[in-house]
């Protein structure tokens, strides 16, 4: 296939977003994130990640019609493949080569990708496919899948075995008295030697699931009786049976929704095999999965302001967003079904059985337009017509959100910023830069004497949003390297001479701050702008990635190809240092459930090295008098506190139940074991039981707002109180309050 194709350096450029983005690798680890009283969620997530990758692709994929081998447009996927090696050779931060090592990792990633718990391939058909583990590099060159063609056909065959087997193996009881165990770590098994074998392997994982099933009903049953000593507890045989058909209900559901994807769904499956190889946050993004991605970035949506959920053949209202067009009107409720779409002056669309993303863009429009829906009330069960004007909604758990609190007769606000958002389609929305601006001179008006930046759980964003707020705490000067490969680094510098605010600095930061966070803090850190308090590092992501529409690089092509989210640069410090893999220390580590987990860009297959460049030319503002005193003082509250040890004791136990991947499918001891891991996790309550003394209110100008808004009051208290409970704020603010600023320093309202 001949295909003209150029790539210059000003194609970078002019299609450079600037993000910093943090690939969504934090789900897999999902299991740090229960708590030591709801152990049943840890169990669950356990159980969860045997169906996790398929469960991954849903949740993104294009979703239409029946599952087939049948191939529309085999000319299109030899033109994204043709595509996608050329600008991943010409314009990727890593030149890799097409080779044996690059065909080996496209072969295991595809595979695994389709078969991470090895319920569909056996060892027969590894081998077949191996005639191909070295030789999908030169198919690549020549724009050939049948490596990919083989995989995926056989894939489906398996699909249709799978449906039988599980529908076979639920139909009956199993043997809960049988000795027996499962290992979910999958890295560890070997693929079926035979169907008999790969049908145990089934038994085996619907077992598990029944068997957790039973527990939870068991638990809710005994709940009852307690509450009501008349009611008739349930035999085991009837919980038992009842536990089969909702596995039997869950695996359906998942099916349903399998037979749904067509070939381009698991052909994207199969290009982010290959992008991969050229590192972890280079990724193939159809046009659906962009537009997604937008929303997400710029906290805005224009629509009815619904969150909405496929639930077999029906489309579920799950969520109404605070302040959106139906949360105004008022008659649409979380639970309702939509059955039909009716625009103005159109006709009425079923949507019942229509994929979800389908169903969305009908639902979904510009602003000031109005849709019809018909909806099946849930309260009641009769069909309304409910009529919408369509408005930009407005995500507001992405933006920007601050707070006062009174410490030690001191007055400190607190702003949490969720992500560096920013809408790159229209500079005039609000982005993260100039919200930051807004909430700083709101809390000055508050007349606060210090700042917290809560910068936990951030992800990234933005680049230009990060060096913009980086510069509202220092005078104009550079605040990070750019580097594309085999150049020298360039500079980014802050070019406003104005500090926002010079008054005292903490930045908050865990093990899931990532990308432009870690550029921000690591700038505060390098100025001695701000002490940072935290884990022990943060995520550890020091690369730029550029998300280019492939049809630029063919442009005559009719048909939309997607993007390519593509590593062009690594980012270093002012002083030199990469925060890839290292992330950014803290001044000040504490313990936190994350401390021995393996997380983080180290934990990243084929994640780029550490390196460093020469330091920029800056000068350390070295504004407080009193320092290196508050970072001793605070370590050593942080050694002395009990619950920060216990915390740390907390942390080791879930990493043993992180490495522990077994379970016994014997429903007696399995009940034992769990009986057992909560016993001991009781140690751990008190973690969770922290509790300030200190009152956290929202901003003078806020108060107004909650008169119409009263949704958005409830939000606030909730997160006034959870701050009371924060361990990790209440030594935040200690810290603050203890910082000195020199006598030439002062907090200058702009």
């Not at 290959?274 to 590192?279: E, H, I, Q, R, T």
Request: glycine share 6%; with cysteine.
């Amino acid at each position: 296939m001949n295909i003209n194709l150029t790539f210059s350096k000003e194609d970078n450029i002019s299609f450079l977003i600037n993000i910093v983005w943090c690939l969504p690798s934090y789900c897999k680890h999902t299991i740090t994130q229960y708590c030591p009283n709801k152990l049943q969620i840890f169990m669950k997530t356990k159980l969860i990640l045997l169906f996790f990758s398929l469960s991954l692709l849903l949740s993104h994929a294009n979703l239409k019609g029946e599952n087939s081998t049948n191939n529309q447009d085999p000319e299109k996927d030899k033109v994204l493949i043709s595509v996608l090696n050329y600008m991943l050779t010409k314009g990727h931060y890593v030149q890799k080569e097409l080779n044996d090592e690059f065909s080996k990792h496209v072969f295991t990633n595809f595979i695994d990708g389709l078969d991470p718990s090895k319920r569909y391939f056996t060892k027969d058909d590894i081998k077949e496919f191996s005639k191909y583990k070295y030789q999908i590099d030169n198919q690549l060159k020549e724009s050939d899948i049948a490596f990919y063609n083989l995989v995926y056909g056989r894939f489906l065959s398996k699909i249709k075995n799978a449906k039988q087997y599980y529908g076979s193996l639920l139909k009956k009881p199993f043997n809960y008295k049988k000795d027996e165990f499962i290992d979910l770590d999958y890295k560890k098994t070997e693929y079926a030697k035979s169907e008999k074998e790969l049908i145990n392997y089934w038994r085996k994982q619907l077992k598990l699931q029944t068997i957790d099933r039973i527990q939870e009903l068991e638990a809710l049953d005994k709940e009852k009786f307690e509450k009501d000593p008349s009611y008739k507890k349930m035999s085991f045989s009837s919980i038992e049976k009842k536990a089969r058909e909702k596995v039997m209900t869950s695996m359906e559901n998942l099916y349903i929704r399998i037979d749904e994807l067509e070939h381009k769904d698991w052909f994207s499956t199969f290009l982010n095999s290959v992008v991969s190889a050229f590192g972890p946050h280079t990724t193939y993004m159809p046009p659906n999965i962009k537009e997604t991605f937008d929303q997400d970035m710029s906290g805005k949506l224009e629509g009815i302001g619904a969150r909405l959920q496929k639930k077999g053949i029906y489309t579920h209202v799950v969520e109404l967003v605070s302040g959106g067009p139906a949360w105004k009107q008022g008659k649409l409720e979380e639970g309702d079904i939509i059955l039909k779409v009716t625009q103005e002056n159109g006709d009425p669309v079923d949507i019942v059985g229509m994929r979800l993303d389908d169903a969305i863009k009908f639902i979904k429009g510009p602003k000031d337009t109005k849709v019809t829906l018909s909806v099946k009330k849930k309260i009641d069960g009769t069909t309304k017509d409910i009529t919408i004007t369509r408005d930009i909604v407005q995500l507001d758990e992405t933006f920007v959100k601050s707070s006062v609190v009174l410490k030690d007769g001191k007055k400190f606000g607190i702003i949490d910023l969720p992500k560096f958002y920013i809408n790159f389609d229209d500079r005039n929305f609000r982005d993260s830069a100039k919200d930051m601006e807004k909430e700083i001179e709101r809390l000055k008006d508050e007349n606060v004497e210090g700042l917290l930046i809560d910068l936990r759980n951030n992800g990234g964003g933005s680049l230009d949003t990060a060096i913009k707020i980086a510069g509202l705490f220092v005078d104009k000067g550079p605040v990070v390297q750019v580097k594309y490969r085999n150049e020298e680094p360039v500079v980014r510098e802050d070019i406003d001479i104005n500090t926002q605010w010079s008054g005292s600095l903490v930045v908050l930061v865990n093990e899931l701050s990532a990308s432009a966070s870690e550029i921000f803090a690591a700038a505060m850190q390098d100025y001695n702008r701000a002490i940072i308090l935290g884990g022990n590092q943060t995520y550890g992501k020091g690369t730029v990635q550029n998300i280019i529409p492939i049809n630029k690089f063919y442009p005559n092509y009719d048909k939309e190809l997607g993007f390519l989210k593509m590593t062009i640069q690594k980012f270093y410090r002012i002083n030199g240092g990469s925060t890839q893999v290292e992330g950014v220390y803290s001044d000040i580590a504490m313990p936190t459930r994350f401390s021995y987990m393996n997380y983080g860009e180290r934990d990243l297959d084929g994640a780029l090295k550490w390196d460093k460049v020469n330091q920029a030319k800056y000068i350390p503002v070295n504004s407080y008098i009193n320092f290196s005193d508050v970072i001793t003082s605070s370590i050593e509250r942080i050694n002395n506190d009990p619950k920060f040890q216990l915390i740390d004791e907390y942390a080791k136990w879930l990493k043993n139940e992180q490495d522990d991947s077994t379970y016994s499918l014997n429903y007696k001891k399995y009940k034992k074991e769990l009986k057992e891991r909560e016993t001991f996790s009781k140690k751990f309550n008190s973690v969770f039981k922290y509790k300030s003394n200190l009152a956290f209110d929202s901003p003078k100008y806020e108060l107004p707002l909650f008169k119409d808004n009263k949704d958005l009051e409830e939000k606030r208290m909730v997160w006034h109180k959870n701050l009371s409970k924060d361990i990790y704020i209440s030594e935040a603010l200690n810290v603050l309050s203890q910082l000195k600023i020199g006598d030439k320093q002062e907090i200058v309202k702009n």
